[in-house]
């Protein structure tokens, strides 16, 4: 099982996770979960819209099929971890994260896809590092959970990053500084509610 971040990943993200943010996820385990359940879901739903509408890149189509299936897997795991601790599974409102940054993917193609793509690798290389910061403060049970997602929340990361590489028709280092900023920006800007990419905290 991994343990430990992957340089690289640490390297990719433009800050850790404040610490006032993860003081809030103990102080809202509850939220933590539910809100956790949501986002292996959205991410699933996120895979499956990018394989019909690029239905025509096969590396694309293979890659998320597989990461769909491991997303649906991951809530299935966390709302079984839910219904053991009796927290009933609901809707909640989304954070602002993904919308500060979706904000700024192109309109045209291939740009749209190739931004889409990054976004996709920031958004699941944060979900791996927030796991990872979280796992020594909570119960041994949670915990083992969190550290069983990162590998697969590591290559998640590294699939997405891929295929920008191989959709691209330029260089994506570009756009990859440019999202850094925005990605950056969304974890420290303050928010209101608690949520699992929520920025710090408010």
């Keep these: 099982m991994t343990t430990e971040l992957a340089p690289e990943l640490i390297e990719f993200l433009p800050c850790p996770t404040p610490k006032a943010w993860i003081e809030q996820a103990l102080e809202h385990q509850e939220l933590l979960l539910i809100d956790h ?3 292996e879901k959205k991410a699933a739903g996120t895979a499956m819209t990018l394989m019909f509408r690029y239905a025509e890149k096969e590396q694309l189509q293979q890659k998320l099929s597989r990461l ?38 192109r309109s045209q193609e291939p740009e749209r896809l190739i931004d889409t793509l990054i976004v996709g690798a920031f958004i699941e290389a944060r979900s791996c590092e927030r796991f990872y910061q979280l796992a020594p403060y909570l119960d041994e049970e949670l915990a083992k959970f969190y550290r069983s997602l990162l590998k697969t929340e590591m290559r998640h990361y590294q699939d997405y990053l891929n295929m920008a590489e191989l959709y691209a028709k330029e260089p994506i280092e570009p756009r990859i500084a440019f999202f850094k900023e925005k990605e950056q920006e969304a974890i420290l800007t303050p928010d209101e509610k608690f949520r699992f990419h929520s920025g710090a905290a408010a």
């Design 37 to 39: 359940a949501n986002c």
């Design 68 to 105: 769909a299936r491991e997303e649906l897997r991951h809530f299935e795991q966390v709302t079984a971890l839910m219904k053991k601790r009796g927290i009933k599974y609901r809707q909640l409102s989304a954070s602002l994260y993904a919308q500060r940054l979706h904000q700024h993917i």
